[in-house]
């Protein structure tokens, strides 16, 4: 199959979920009451909101992830012709790593790669 | 690929093409060809599900010399339809203070993901859905939508502990991910292609595990680790570490939305535990060694589809073994393996194989 | 049936858009933003461009929506709903954005566009690797490595910003 199959895809996941959903609309009880509605934390009341601000430690994550995707992209059409591009590919590749592993390093040094 | 004795399922798919080309208009022939696929698909990926589940719980009972489930069925075998049932029927429960739009909306993020990705495997020979030409980067491409479903779902709880959860996935598993596009990029130094029916054809003569040397050793290591970090099992598995987060991401979540997390995940598994298969493992090549005819010959009467999927049995222990095995990692320890070993190693690994490749000493 | 097809996702795009900009919750608009950059991606594979979509996928589905969710989270209040904006801002954005329209449709119409035929198969990857890869003619193996340099201008960016904003509190 050509392209098309990836719609054929998405049309699955959403039939198999929304049909899930569905059939199981059909077949629960449907008795709501205040207390099943509470947060389903630990017995007690839940207190305030969760939706709270959060540590930067998960966005410099986030962000290195990022770059060295961006990085991934490049390195693909790379490893599909470094075989028969041969020696140039092979220099090239560690200029790019060489200065990617300075960037890797510096994250080192400056400890960004620490979880405190 | 030349001329071979394994069984080949595309006449039979051909078959059905003409058939229904023949007695539909093209319109129609196309719709029902879908719907077919879409059915076999569907009860494919229940099916492996059911099962995976059944024997998750078999290796975990054997592992703590337990015997695991037992009463529904023979051998508990019913154990995971009875357990679906009982989902399908559990009340829809949504928190008073969730978005609810968010919280229904990750599951189908979640499950559409793992669909486009197993829509893309080579289960056989002339059995393959969707043979596109960026293969590897395909699949790697469309799991790494799947991420967001858990951001969300977790978020839209408005709950602490699936909030953390979410948090801790979602940094485990983008930066998990980089590791398991690298190391299968160094098989593809080796096969110089994505499209995994050329990863299978080339190799015909060997195993890539085998052609490879060292580098696909260490590749192959690090996307062992790196995939039972992306399927969030453990010893991985701190964004749903019972003891301190109840459920993790999806602790809000009950019922039948549960169940579609519960799918999402091992069908991941499934595709993370094929593409190792296919790209190091040969797909659903025999298992050859060297000129010994004989032996080849012998292992050319198990058809291709019992070889895939033994491969991938295989693949799906060892990482079911990791859980029962190692301790589970801290939030840190889990970024430092990532940041400060396996990238650093794989990028070292990339630049070995391309010497490797660049010398000719791969077979 | 292409042509449904992509009448289809340019609709996806542009409701999803819309909805982006209007959203008063903050992760809604990047959950919409999130289908906007999918159905782009569709777009790509509609067109056999098959590296860029996922290209399209990896980095901004799977990379940009989950840092945009990320940096969400750092934020004080993101249960708060923004307060809807007052009648002459919406007013003043709404004419701007008329205007910015207006040139690029003026921009569309007024390029000689060429018809062309869509090759047979899909693009190859490997055509894109050799042209990355070669310092001739045509070649791009400059902006290759020079990528790398911005990635690393990037990286070091991004630590400074972040370290500098934990140090202060």
């Given amino acids: 199959m050509g392209n098309e199959a990836i719609i054929l895809f998405i049309i699955l996941g959403l039939v198999l979920v929304g049909g899930a959903f569905a059939m199981s609309y059909l077949v629960s009880p449907k008795n709501v009451t205040p207390l099943k509605e509470e947060t389903y934390e630990c017995g007690i009341e839940t207190m305030g909101s969760s939706w709270i601000q959060f540590k930067v430690g998960y966005y410099l994550f986030a962000m290195l992830f990022l770059i060295f995707d961006v990085e991934t992209i490049f390195i693909v059409p790379w490893a599909v012709v470094m075989k028969k591009v041969g020696l140039v590919a092979f220099i090239e590749i560690l200029i790019f790593f060489l200065i990617l592993g300075l960037g890797l390093l510096y994250a080192w040094k400056k400890r960004a790669l620490r979880w405190e | 690929m030349e001329e071979s004795g394994y069984f080949d399922f595309s006449p039979i798919v051909n078959n059905i093409h003409e058939s229904l080309a023949a007695s539909f208009s093209p319109g129609w022939a196309m719709a029902i060809a879908w719907a077919l696929i879409g059915i076999t698909l569907i009860l494919f990926a229940a099916l492996s599900v059911i099962i995976l589940v059944y024997v998750e719980r078999k290796v975990a009972a054997f592992f703590q010399v337990r015997l695991g489930p037992m009463r529904v069925g023979p051998w508990g075998l019913l154990q995971t339809v009875a357990d679906f049932i009982k989902l399908l029927m559990k009340e829809h429960i949504t928190s008073r203070n969730a978005d609810k739009f968010l919280f229904n909306l990750a599951p189908f993020i979640i499950v559409t993901a793992a669909f486009l990705g197993l829509g893309a495997i080579p289960f056989a020979l002339g059995l393959h859905i969707f043979d596109i030409n960026i293969g590897l980067f395909y699949i790697t491409a469309v799991s790494s939508v799947g991420v967001l479903g858990i951001l969300l779902g977790g978020w839209a709880g408005n709950n602490k502990y699936s909030l953390i959860g979410a948090l801790r996935s979602g940094a485990q598993i983008v930066s998990y991910e980089l590791s398991i596009t690298l190391s299968l990029l160094a098989v593809v130094v080796l096969a110089g292609s994505l499209q995994l029916s050329e990863i299978i054809a080339s190799q015909e003569n060997g195993w890539w595990i085998f052609k490879g040397h060292i580098s696909a050793w260490i590749a192959f290591v690090i996307f062992m680790i790196a995939g039972t970090a992306e399927t969030n099992r453990g010893p991985f598995d701190l964004a749903e570490a019972e003891s301190e987060l109840t459920a993790g991401f999806h602790t809000e979540y009950s019922g039948i939305k549960f169940a579609m997390f519960f799918l999402a995940e091992y069908l991941s598994l499934f595709i993370i535990a094929s593409v190792g298969a296919t790209v190091f493992f040969g797909g659903w090549l025999p298992f050859h060694i060297g000129t010994w005819q004989a032996f080849n010959h012998i292992m050319d009467y198990i058809p291709p589809i019992v070889w895939f999927f033994g491969k991938v049995a295989g693949i799906i222990g060892i990482i079911m073994w990791f859980k029962w095995t190692f301790p589970r990692l801290r939030i840190d320890q889990l970024l430092i393996l990532e940041w400060k070993y396996l990238l650093p190693i794989n990028l070292f690994n990339l630049i070995l194989v391309s010497f490797i490749a660049l010398m000719g000493w791969y077979f | ?169």
């Fill in chain 3, 1 to 169: 049936m292409e042509r449904i097809l992509f009448y289809l996702i340019a609709a996806v795009i542009i409701v999803f858009s819309v909805l982006t900009v209007t959203s008063r919750r903050i992760l809604r608009a990047a959950v919409y933003l999130l289908f906007v950059l999918m159905a782009t991606a569709g777009f790509y594979f509609m067109l056999n461009y098959n590296f860029l979509g996922a290209v399209q996928l990896t980095v901004y589905s799977g990379g940009i929506v989950v840092l945009i969710v990320f940096a969400v989270l750092l934020t004080a209040h993101m249960d708060h709903k923004l307060d809807p904006p007052d009648r002459l801002k919406a007013l003043a954005v709404g004419l701007l954005s008329l205007f910015g329209m207006g040139i690029t449709l003026y921009a569309l119409r007024s390029f000689p566009w060429a018809v062309t035929a869509l090759p047979e198969g899909a693009y190859d990857i490997e055509a894109i690797g050799m042209r990355l890869l070669s310092y001739g003619d045509k070649g791009y193996v400059l902006p290759f490595e020079v990528i790398s340099v911005l990635l690393l201008a990037a990286m070091v960016a991004a630590i400074i910003i972040a370290k500098k904003s934990t140090s202060n509190d």
